[in-house]
Every structure is written in structure tokens, then in C-alpha cells.
């Protein structure tokens, strides 16, 4: 009990307050360079050409990086390395890197960058969770556009329902959400005299940054030192890399300090989204105020990369009961590819946004049955002891009953 219920003071909440925190954009090193990516302007097609040897030509450029001079892999993803590290001829998002640029200042890189020309052939995207699931879809993925599908049963559907006297059955969806984090992303590189790399990086996943810029780089994991900075913010946002492998990349092939650094705009282009989810609900509840049956199917529009996609959907799927007793469940998950941009982690990891159904479907019942909301809830709350459709036990903490409790008292309803 050293810390519940104490004032304690953010260990370091002090340097930030003071300007004391060091950020990546905070690192100097004597003969810094200076990086950039250039990004597609379209959703979804192929790249033609690049006027890359023009670029390599302008003042003050030091070199032009494309896919073909990276070392070793040229993909990332948290789980299957299928977002491109540059692009080698197909992009399936705005914003997907194309060029890295490297330049001796800031100024020769921003007008590098503008001068950067990319050829498309353009296609047909999907944006839509329903179009992509159409017959004849442009496929994104794998074969087909269904990134994951998971199935969760338990009981008898169909025998559920017909104990129902009330059916409430809707659709609900939750927005593609930006994380917004104060600090936008940057990254420096540097190359040391023995052949190792240091990045400076304000990340959530260290050592699996190190995996993935070893992989870049076709170097042993103990060539490459991921040195974690103050983190201004992040929220999921950092756990699928961003600046890492270019600043990697461009301290490599230059054997200089180069730094990287994210305008607002690029960051929001560029990291992971918290997924938008629909959801259709079709919920049973018995005379005397039990629910019956759940039904529940959940779309999750993936974007154009996996990143964590099978784990939000997994985890929307175990939590679209809500914290409540139901002896017959259907649910089935299907996390998507589309043209959007890649959602990943954010705050909640899918639990956060099935509650929209959940909840309201628990309050339209209560009204349908002519109770109080709370005391609906009350009544069909987990406890200990109680099995959740997934078959797990809760023998411990479990708290519902006992905060329902307190706001009943606090609000003087009879539960």
C-alpha cells in the first residue's frame, strides 16, 4: 500500500515540467545530417518510376535511399512484416514511404523533397469494410481481404432465443481514432567506428525495434543499440515502428549522425489508427430480467497493413458480452484490409469500443422490460464464480456488483 491512496510525484515529471527531457529532436552530434521520407499520394497502385538520380543531384543532397539498396528485410509489422520499409512497387495507403532522403540541412531536404516526382499507375481501392467483402474486390491481402476471423459459441444460439420475451437487434460503429500524442515522431541514427548502430527513439517496443532494425539492416541484434529517449505520448501509437529503420538506413550508407523528424501532418499520415469497428447486436433477455442470448457480429477495418489487427478483433470478440451472464452466445470477429489507413493499438486494445453495443443494448432492454438500467445490470453482472462465454472462471476480482453497489446508494436507487 506504498502507492494507493499516496500523492506520488511522476518520477519524471519534473525534467518535463523544467524542459529538462531529452527527445529524439533534443540529440546533437557533430556532422548531423538530415532525413526525410517522401510518402504516396495515393491509396492504392503501383509505382512506375522515381526521379531518384535527379534528386541525388541537388545541392546539398548527400544520398537518395530506394527498397533495392536496403540491406536485408524490407518490411516491418508487429506481427506479419508486411508494411513496406520503402516501397517496392506496389502501395496500398497514403502515406506509405517511397524515397528516403538524406541531405546535409534541413533546408536542402525540405526542397529535395518537394522536388521528388513519383509515376503511378493508379487502381481501384476499397474503403469500406462492405466493399472489400464483395465478390470480386481488389484483394489486398493474402488471397483474399479477411485478415483474421475468430468464433466464439457457447451454448445453444437458436434455444437461447426462443426463452427471449424481448429481442433488441441494432447496428452500431465506432470511428477511426488518431492518437494525437504531443511529441510527433523522430528518430536519430548513428553509425560508431566499430560497425554498430545507435538509434535514439522515443518508442514503446525497444527491443523489438532492435529486431526490426537488425532485420533492415542484416546485422546481428547485438550490433544495433535502441537507445529509448523521453516518450512525449504515445498511447499504442509506438509500438508499430516508424522513423526507426530509416534513421538506421541513412546512418548506415552515409556512416553520419542523421536525424529525422515528423512534421504534425506526417505523423498523423503515417502511425497506426485505433480500429473503426461495426457491429451488429441481436440480444435476448428472459421474463424475469436474465438475458438469454447474444448474437453479435464485429467488422474491423484494418487499413492497409496488419500491424495488430488479429489481436484488436480477438480482443473485441471476448469482450462483446460485456461484463455480464450469458448462457448462449454466438460471436464471430473479422478483422479487414482495406485502402485506409493501418489501424493498430491504441488505449484498450478492442475492448474499448464494443461497449458502445453492449451498453446500449442494456439499456434498451431495461426500458423494453420497464426497470431501472442499473438494476438490470445488477442483475445479470458477472461475479465470482461466474464462466465467461469463453469458457474462463472468474475466481477473483471481480468488482461489478460492488461498484453498481455504491453508485445505487450514491444515487439512492433500490437495486
Known amino acids: 500500500m506504498k502507492a494507493v491512496g499516496q500523492g506520488l510525484i511522476k518520477p519524471d515529471a519534473y525534467d518535463k515540467v523544467v524542459g529538462k527531457a531529452i527527445y529524439p ?9 538530415y532525413a526525410g521520407v517522401k510518402r504516396s499520394t495515393i491509396p492504392y497502385g503501383r509505382v512506375l518510376s ?3 538520380e535527379e534528386i541525388k543531384g541537388l545541392p546539398g543532397v ?3 535511399i530506394d527498397y533495392s539498396m536496403i540491406p ?7 506481427i506479419f512484416k508486411d508494411t513496406p520499409i520503402l ?4 502501395v496500398k495507403r497514403v502515406g506509405d514511404a517511397i524515397l528516403l532522403v538524406v541531405a546535409k540541412d534541413k533546408e536542402s531536404l525540405n526542397k529535395a523533397l518537394k522536388r521528388v516526382k513519383v509515376e503511378y499507375e493508379e487502381y481501384e481501392g476499397v474503403f469500406t469494410v462492405e466493399d472489400a467483402l464483395k465478390e470480386g474486390a481488389p484483394i489486398l491481402g493474402d488471397g483474399n481481404n479477411i485478415l483474421y476471423d475468430i468464433k466464439i459459441k457457447t451454448g445453444n444460439i437458436e434455444e437461447g432465443f426462443k426463452e427471449a420475451k424481448y429481442i433488441a ?15 510527433p515522431e523522430a528518430a536519430v541514427g548513428k553509425y560508431n567506428e566499430d560497425g554498430t548502430i545507435d538509434v535514439y527513439v522515443a518508442t514503446q517496443y525497444p527491443h523489438y525495434d532492435r529486431e526490426e532494425v537488425a532485420n533492415c539492416l542484416n546485422m546481428e541484434e547485438d550490433k544495433i543499440r535502441i537507445n529509448n529517449t523521453t516518450i512525449g505520448g504515445a498511447f499504442g501509437a509506438r509500438e508499430d515502428i516508424n522513423p526507426q529503420c530509416h534513421a538506421a538506413l541513412a546512418a548506415y550508407f552515409t556512416k553520419k549522425p542523421v536525424k ?8 498523423t499520415v503515417s502511425h497506426s489508427k485505433r480500429h473503426p469497428l461495426k457491429m451488429h447486436y441481436k440480444t435476448g433477455v428472459r421474463a424475469d430480467g436474465k438475458l438469454c442470448a447474444l448474437k453479435v457480429r464485429i467488422y474491423g477495418d484494418s487499413g492497409a497493413y496488419a500491424s495488430w489487427g488479429m489481436n484488436i478483433l480477438r480482443k473485441s470478440a471476448v469482450h462483446a458480452t460485456g461484463p455480464y451472464i450469458i448462457p448462449n452466445v454466438d460471436i464471430q ?8 489507413p493501418y489501424s493498430g493499438a491504441m488505449r484498450g486494445f478492442g475492448a474499448a469500443q464494443v461497449p458502445i453495443g453492449s451498453e446500449s443494448q442494456m439499456d434498451i432492454l431495461a426500458e423494453m422490460l420497464g426497470i431501472h438500467p442499473l438494476k438490470f445490470r445488477y442483475l445479470n453482472a458477472f461475479e465470482v464464480g461466474s464462466i465467461t462465454a469463453t469458457g474462463q472462471c472468474l475466481s477473483s476480482s471481480v468488482g461489478i456488483k460492488k461498484c453498481i453497489e455504491k453508485i445505487a446508494e450514491i444515487d439512492g436507487i433500490e437495486l
Open 25 to 33: 529532436d533534443d540529440m546533437e552530434f557533430e556532422g548531423m545530417l
Open 169 to 183: 437487434e441494432n447496428w452500431y460503429s465506432t470511428p477511426m481514432i488518431e492518437h494525437a500524442f504531443l511529441q
Open 72 to 78: 536485408g528485410s524490407i518490411g516491418h509489422g508487429v
Open 333 to 340: 470477429a473479422l478483422a479487414v484490409y482495406t485502402n485506409n
Open 260 to 267: 529525422i523528424v515528423y512534421s504534425r501532418e506526417e505523423s
Open 87 to 90: 516501397v517496392k512497387d506496389i
Open 62 to 64: 548527400e544520398c537518395v
Open 50 to 52: 522515381t526521379n531518384k
